[in-house]
């Protein structure tokens, strides 16, 4: 095993960012391939709370090298924020250690406006988006209007692009009331950045390609999560990339067979940020305890997340998808302070049961979810670190979990802290193989 891909499983949240974490002190490079600053990946360093938007959250291990592809949308202004604010708490990162490719895209000032005046035309069907002009960009790149980093060190073409996209979007931005926007001080700002940016800038694909020569190891960081994803996710209501593990090869300019593992990250119950179909969603006090328990709020927007169920019918999918390997599953000790348990397995639709998941807004808002339940189990697994202390209780629950993904667990996630980990320790070493001693030796 040399390339891991780590992928959230349901609407982005499922705490990627910690598994990642633990994980890349066993690659050499951790690589993000889509999205761009509307992920919010958290991450507890000595108990303090750091939350990555950008940069691939390995970064924080010193010795790695984070990787930015061409799938991502850039945002320089937020792209140095976060480098100051990393800085700030004592991650220095050089542009030995971030490596940036020159054909991402770059999110310029009209994006997020251009995104209120969608967002704003949609009425009650908005997306709910992060306003960051994530969508916007995207819709540049693919109409062939989009400016790349590589762009932003080449004032010439860099001026002649922000003059023919103006011309254009100032149409827009006026029809709808704004505004429109100067050449000038937007070419001498990101004139600026590229100044900045450049000595990240590579060509992210040869880079990937001579380190994997050299015998190096990949971790590929997925951002959002698998329902969100453009195509499989549940359109409209998604973010704009391929979050699926199809992206990567696209995301960094790699072979698909560059992807030797993928490890799905699942959360015990469901969370959904902005509008869509949540067919598991708890509207009621349980929803709010689930969200208040497990702190269920945007790490992006702050905004808070809505709550439901485990929908083994949303997981079983991603799993398919993406040919998940194995399972890390996280915040299971935010069940313990609820009543009862239930976990959605099949849906009721149309006087039949499906199994298999649909991802049209019009099935979904439509579909009643069939629950098993569960008993909370005897014992707390919250700070648990070790495979024997699991609860027999908490065991059964997890074996159902297994056989209805069709997908082994091999970590379990016990608390926010970077220690509070169980692996599966023989699942995690056929993962992983050699890798997998560096883990559990220092865990
Ligand atoms: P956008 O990515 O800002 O265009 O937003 C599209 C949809 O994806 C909205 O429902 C957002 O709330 C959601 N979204 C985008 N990024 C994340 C994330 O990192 N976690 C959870 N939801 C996200």
Request: proline share 5%; hydrophobic share 40%.
């Amino acid at each position: 095993m040399n390339n891991l891909l780590v992928i959230g499983t349901q609407w982005g949240d499922e705490g990627k960012g910690k598994i990642v974490d633990f994980l890349a002190s066993a690659f050499d490079l951790i690589a993000r391939y889509q999205g761009g600053h509307n992920a919010g990946h958290t991450v507890y360093l000595e108990g303090k709370k750091v939350v990555l938007h950008l940069i691939p959250a390995g970064i924080l291990h010193p010795d790695k090298i984070g990787v930015i592809g061409n799938g991502l949308v850039i945002d320089p202004a937020a792209f140095f924020k976060e480098l100051d604010d990393l800085k700030s708490i004592g991650v220095e990162v050089e542009a030995k250690r971030l490596v940036v490719s020159r054909s991402a895209q770059v999110i310029m000032p009209y994006h997020p406006l251009l995104e209120k005046i969608s967002e704003t035309q949609r009425g009650k069907k908005m997306i709910g988006t992060t306003c960051r002009g994530i969508g916007p960009c995207y819709e540049d790149k693919a109409a062939r209007w989009g400016i790349r980093v590589a762009d932003l060190l080449e004032p010439s073409v860099l001026r002649e692009k922000i003059e023919e996209n103006l011309a254009f979007k100032n149409k827009i931005l006026q029809a709808f009331g704004q505004p429109a926007l100067e050449t000038g001080p937007i070419y001498e700002q990101y004139k600026r950045f590229g100044e900045r940016l450049a000595p990240f800038v590579k060509d992210v694909s040869a880079f990937l390609y001579e380190q994997i020569k050299a015998g190096k190891s990949i971790l590929f960081e997925g951002a959002q999560g698998v329902l969100l994803d453009l195509d499989h996710g549940t359109f409209p209501y998604v973010t704009s990339s391929s979050s699926t593990a199809g992206g990567v090869a696209t995301g960094l300019g790699l072979s698909p067979k560059q992807i030797t593992a993928v490890l799905g990250v699942t959360k015990a119950y469901c969370t959904r940020v902005g509008s869509g179909p949540f067919p598991t969603e708890l509207k009621d006090e349980t929803g709010a305890q689930l969200a208040r328990i497990g702190d269920e709020f945007g790490a992006t927007t702050g905004r808070p997340r809505r709550c439901g169920w485990f929908d083994a019918v949303a997981a079983r999918y991603a799993c398919r998808l993406n040919g998940v390997d194995l399972l890390a599953l996280t915040k299971p000790d935010v069940l313990e302070g609820l009543p009862e348990i239930k976990a959605c397995y099949a849906y009721e639709y149309k006087g039949s049961k499906l199994k298999d998941f649909l991802s049209d807004p019009y099935v979904l808002d439509n579909v009643r979810p069939v629950y098993r339940t569960f008993k909370v189990w005897e014992g707390s697994i919250h700070h648990l670190r070790s495979e024997e202390k699991l609860p027999a209780g908490f065991i059964d629950y997890l074996k159902w979990l297994e056989d209805e993904l069709e997908t082994p667990v091999g970590i379990i996630s016990t608390g926010v802290d970077r220690e509070d980990i169980v692996f599966v320790e023989d699942r995690i070493s056929r993962l992983l193989g050699d890798r997998a001693e560096e883990l559990l030796v220092g865990h």
